[in-house]
């Protein structure tokens, strides 16, 4: 494991010599820029704004830049020397239930390994004492030029350890509410939980990256001087018209795609106030013009109405139904 940091894991007046190593790895697809006149790549060169001089980088420093445009050198020794315990230091200061963490928090994630012989057996006490108390370690530690606030938890046989973003850093989600009151009908929960059971669990270890696959597909057909692969179909999408209909229709859709359950689709069917009773062959009647229906009883539920809009004449239609099952 290559190490992106070392130091100490204070737990307590227990010191634990560690260090840290990337947990995730990327198979982001990089491009480069080329002059498409010659094929030639295009290169990046930084200069002085003063004296216009191409600089290299033992050539260039860092500098803060104050609220009235003052440059103030900062060096690396400077940087090094900053009075802080968290340079060299992971100092647990608390800790928290594992569960109770905001996921929008997380960062990035790293293992956190012992340096030494030595550090194995205080290692292996904080590990434990994390896995049978449910628990994870809060704490700060300096790595490339800032500060980090840090989540430790037992992992298998190692400790991981999440950077976290500081509270202050996380946006506020109002404007990404709805605006306006949204009314959903008990049909429809009822059918988007039936679409959610229909769909079943995700296997995360299955996802891959087909983006990346299609690329490097598509570059080795051009070395080889083949045709490149031919693009599939264009997603679904577009404006929903009808949601009930929408819905019934993922989940025929998802019962297809896992073999289906006989005997369930007419039950979820009849959720759907935007659909008749079905036919042979399971397609739907046309839609007829609307007509009056005799009233329910009292104390009998209420009208479920449903909105369709018809795209070819673009005029809109209401219809209320009552849907009652044959005695």
């Given at each position: 494991?290559?190490?992106?940091?070392?130091?100490?894991?204070?737990?307590?007046?227990?010191?634990?010599p560690v260090k840290l190593g990337s947990a995730?790895?990327?198979?982001?697809?990089?491009?480069?820029?080329?002059?498409?006149?010659?094929?030639?790549?295009?290169?990046?060169?930084?200069?002085?704004?003063?004296?216009?001089?191409?600089?290299?980088?033992?050539?260039?420093?860092?500098?803060?830049?104050?609220?009235?445009?003052?440059?103030?050198?900062?060096?690396?020794?400077?940087?090094?020397?900053?009075?802080?315990?968290?340079?060299?230091?992971?100092?647990?200061?608390?800790?928290?239930?594992?569960?109770?963490?905001?996921?929008?928090?997380?960062?990035?994630?790293?293992?956190?390994?012992?340096?030494?012989?030595?550090?194995?057996?205080?290692?292996?006490?904080?590990?434990?004492?994390?896995?049978?108390?449910?628990?994870?370690?809060?704490?700060?530690?300096?790595?490339?030029?800032?500060?980090?606030?840090?989540?430790?938890?037992?992992?298998?046989?190692?400790?991981?350890?999440?950077?976290?973003?500081?509270?202050?850093?996380?946006?506020?989600?109002?404007?990404?509410?709805?605006?306006?009151?949204?009314?959903?009908?008990?049909?429809?929960?009822?059918?988007?939980?039936?679409?959610?059971?229909?769909?079943?669990?995700?296997?995360?270890?299955?996802?891959?990256?087909?983006?990346?696959?299609?690329?490097?597909?598509?570059?080795?057909?051009?070395?080889?001087?083949?045709?490149?692969?031919?693009?599939?179909?264009?997603?679904?999408?577009?404006?929903?018209?009808?949601?009930?209909?929408?819905?019934?229709?993922?989940?025929?859709?998802?019962?297809?795609?896992?073999?289906?359950?006989?005997?369930q689709h007419a039950t979820v069917t009849e959720?759907?106030?935007?659909?008749?009773?079905?036919?042979?062959?399971?397609?739907?009647?046309?839609?007829?013009?609307?007509?009056?229906?005799?009233?329910?009883?009292?104390?009998?539920?209420?009208?479920?109405?449903?909105?369709?809009?018809?795209?070819?004449?673009?005029?809109?239609?209401?219809?209320?139904?009552?849907?009652?099952?044959?005695?």
């Open positions: 494991m290559r190490s992106v940091w070392s130091g100490n894991l204070a737990f307590g007046l227990v010191s634990i995730v790895s990327t198979h982001k697809i990089s491009f480069r820029q080329i002059h498409l006149a010659d094929q030639g790549r295009v290169r990046y060169q930084k200069t002085c704004e003063l004296d216009e001089e191409v600089l290299t980088s033992a050539d260039i420093g860092r500098a803060f830049e104050t609220p009235d445009d003052q440059l103030v050198e900062v060096s690396d020794a400077d940087l090094q020397s900053l009075p802080l315990p968290t340079a060299k230091t992971i100092e647990v200061s608390g800790f928290v239930d594992a569960s109770s963490v905001d996921a929008m928090q997380l960062d990035t994630p790293y293992f956190l390994a012992p340096s030494s012989p030595t550090a194995n057996k205080p290692y292996v006490l904080m590990r434990d004492a994390l896995a049978r108390s449910g628990k994870a370690a809060v704490g700060k530690f300096a790595m490339r030029n800032s500060e980090h606030l840090a989540l430790i938890t037992a992992r298998d046989d190692i400790l991981l350890l999440q950077t976290l973003r500081w509270p202050d850093e996380l946006n506020p989600a109002t404007d990404a509410a709805p605006r306006g009151k949204v009314n959903i009908s008990d049909n429809e929960l009822q059918l988007a939980d039936t679409l959610i059971d229909a769909l079943g669990e995700a296997d995360l270890s299955a996802y891959h990256d087909e983006y990346a696959a299609a690329v490097e597909a598509l570059v080795m057909a051009k070395l080889e001087g083949a045709a490149p692969p031919a693009a599939g179909g264009e997603g679904g999408g577009g404006t929903v018209v009808d949601l009930m209909a929408a819905l019934q229709a993922s989940v025929d859709q998802a019962k297809v795609g896992r073999g289906g359950e006989e005997g959720l759907s106030p935007s659909s008749g009773r079905e036919g042979a062959g399971g397609k739907r009647p046309a839609r007829k013009a609307a007509e009056k229906k005799p009233a329910a009883k009292k104390g009998a539920a209420k009208k479920t109405a449903a909105k369709s809009a018809a795209k070819k004449t673009g005029a809109a239609a209401k219809k209320s139904t009552d849907h009652r099952r044959a005695n």
